[in-house]
Each structure stands twice: as structure tokens, then as C-alpha cells.
DNA sequence: CGCCATCCATACGCAAACGTATGGAAAGGG
DNA sequence: CCCTTTCCATACGTTTGCGTATGGATGGCG
């Protein structure tokens, strides 16, 4: 019984669950009380580790923000040589199948992003490095400066906006087709 | 003074100023009480012409959904031989910079659908709907059944994920780009 | 041992929003 | 002209959530 074990609390932990509330509610949805129970404690700890949402929601977007720039620059980098098969892992990698939650938690920052200055701050910063990461590794595959950019933009465009549509996953032919759409993003 | 013209709302009217908050401040940010305000009126209204939230909710559904479908199916007709700058068309009608109400709209519904069962399904028609109208116009430019699929897929996932994208859309250089992913697109 | 800092619980006031109940005004038909 | 139907206002009870205030428990340290 760990019932006794203190459980002692720390921003960290509460960024951590406030994500997980975030990807399945949206940030409407993240409320302290509710995050409080969540967190099996109530909001007195809450208040004590932050001033008030507000201050919550900032070190969500700031958390959010940092992970993916560290992400984006590590999945963009490319043996010389091997940038084409690198190309598809990003697809791959940002698709819906795989990443199921960091899906969803992208989606709920950008909608929020729609309302929010600092969340729309937090995306314009993410999205801005991850086409020019993007761009880079087209670069390299020999791509002169506009396509490489106009093929960063899209391979990100399509891939955010597949996690938007609703279709069968799960259908043998859809693996076909999104096969040829990465084709014809990356060649 | 038109104070005094006892101004009678209907279902319609209901539904009409729904979608413009919606549009906005997403499903959450859809409250009888404000928008009865909106309306000039108070709950009281609201609650003669519907059931409940819920009732209005599902009016918005079926109010989208059928504008949707009866649109597409008008954006995808063309003429034979003309079918080429047909497709450039839709995806310039579906683009943000055009069209920005009802791309507001169009995520509100979206993120809407991730957690409502009934707006899930709304959805999913449209989608299917799309899909199979813009695979319909690359049939007819002559391409095999699984790369006509594979663009129609493409087409709309870009479009989409691009207004969920955050960038200078006013940049000179994003509208060449946005021509060159068209290109990818559509030949 | 006793004290202080840290971390959390409890209780409160306040506001927004849902849905209900009931009353009232306006309009049209008989 | 009255009366019924239609449409809206007002008032109420309840829930949920924010932020504050205050007290309690725990552990380290002198």
C-alpha cells in the first residue's frame, strides 16, 4: 500500500498530465479541478505551484514547443546519401498510425492556437523550423530553393491535414494509397 | 427606429448565428445564453424553438453537412476537356486566403469531431463525399483508379492542413510556393 | 526536541451556464 | 372584440469552475 507514500508534486508533473487532458479535451476541457482529480490530489496543490491557469497553460505551450523543435531538428538529420528514405520517415513518423497521441495533442494546440495569441506564438515558432528542416533535407536531395520549399510545405500540410479527415484507417487500400502520396511528396 | 418591429426569430435564424460563433470560438464557446444575447434576445427564445444545447448542436450538423455535400458536388462539375483548371479551381476555392469563413468553420467542425460521436459522423460523410468527387475529376483526366484516389486524398488533406498551418500569408514567395504544390497536385 | 519551510486540504465567495417554470405581449381568427 | 396561439422575458435552482484564505501535515535542520 503506497496509499501513505506522499505523493509529493511538482510543475513537471502537473504539464505532464495537463497534456494528457490537453490531447483528448482540448484546452476548454483542461480545467484545474478536473486535473486536480486526475492527479489525485485537489486544487490546493494546484495553486501552489502555480500562480493560475493561465500560468499552467504557458509551461504547456512552453513544454509543447521546445519537444517538438528538438524533435523536428533530429528527424530532419540525414546521412549524406540517405536523405530520400529520410524524407519518408518524417511522413511516416508524423502520420496518424504511428504517434497516435502526439497527433492529438498537435491538433488541440493548434486549435487553441486559433484563440490564443501565445499558443498561436508557440505554433508559428514550430512550424516555422519544421519547414525549414524540411527544406533542408530537400536541399540536399538536390532540389533546387523554391521546390524544396514548396515540397517541406506540403509534405506538412498533407500530413496534419490527414490527421484531420475522417476515414477508415484501417482499410487495406488506404495503405496503397498514402504510399503514393508520400511518392509523390518525396520524388 | 426599427426597436419596435418585434423581430421573430426562427430555427434558421438560430442556426445561421450558431455557425458565426462557431466559427470563432469553436463548439465550446457555443452558449445559449450568449448567444441569445447575440440574437438581441434572452434564453427564453432559445429554449421555445429547441429541446435543449443538444437539439441546436445537431441542427448546426445537418445545416454544414448538407451545405457541404450539395457544394462540392457543384465545385467538382466540368466540363469535358475542362477538367484540369477544375481541379486548380477547387483547390483555390478550398484555400484559406478565399473562402476564410468557411475555412474557420471547417476546423471548428473538426476539432468538434473528435470528441462528438454525431459530428464524427457529419464528418465522415463529408469527407467521403469529397474524396470520391475529387477522385471523380482525376478520372477524368485520365489517371489510373489508385493515383486518382491517392491526389484526391492529397488535394483535400493539403488544403485543410494548410489553413491549420501558421505562416505569413501574406508572403509574396508563399504564393509562388502555393503554385508550385498546386503543380504537384494536380498534373 | 522544536521550529520552519514545503506542500496539500478544506471552506468560502463569486460568476457563468444549463434547463424549468411561469407570466406577458402581439397577432390573427372566429 | 375576445381568445387562443405564438413567441419571448424573467426568475429560480443547480452545477461547475476560478481564485483566495486559512489551517494541517510532513520532513529537514539546528
Known amino acids: ?28 476541457g483542461l480545467r484545474v ?8 490530489v485537489t486544487k490546493g496543490s494546484f495553486y501552489w505551484h502555480f500562480k493560475d491557469r493561465r500560468d499552467l497553460l504557458d509551461a504547456v505551450l512552453h513544454t509543447w514547443k ?4 528538438r524533435d523536428i531538428v533530429k528527424q530532419t538529420r540525414a546521412e549524406p546519401g540517405k536523405e530520400l528514405p529520410q524524407v519518408y ?11 497516435r497521441k502526439g497527433i492529438l495533442i498537435e491538433l488541440a494546440v493548434r486549435d487553441w492556437a486559433r484563440r490564443d495569441p501565445a499558443a498561436h506564438r508557440a505554433v508559428e515558432e514550430v512550424d516555422r523550423k519544421r519547414i525549414e528542416c524540411g527544406k ?3 536541399l540536399r ?3 533546387p530553393d523554391d521546390e524544396a520549399a514548396a515540397r517541406s510545405l506540403l509534405l506538412y500540410a498533407y500530413v496534419f491535414g490527414q490527421s484531420l479527415m475522417v476515414y477508415d484507417r484501417h482499410d487495406e487500400n488506404v ?10 511528396i518525396a520524388r
Chains 1, 2 share one sequence.
Open 1 to 28: 500500500m503506497e496509499a501513505k507514500t506522499r505523493v509529493t508534486l511538482d510543475r513537471n508533473s502537473w504539464v505532464r498530465a495537463a497534456i494528457e487532458v490537453l490531447a483528448d479535451q482540448g484546452v476548454d
Open 89 to 99: 520517415h518524417v511522413i511516416e513518423v508524423y502520420s496518424a498510425n504511428r504517434n
Open 33 to 40: 479541478e478536473v486535473l486536480a482529480k486526475q492527479c489525485g
Open 175 to 184: 495503405v496503397r494509397l498514402k504510399q503514393l502520396i508520400a511518392d509523390r
Open 136 to 138: 533542408e533535407l530537400f
Open 66 to 69: 521546445d519537444g517538438r523543435i
Open 141 to 143: 536531395l538536390g532540389l
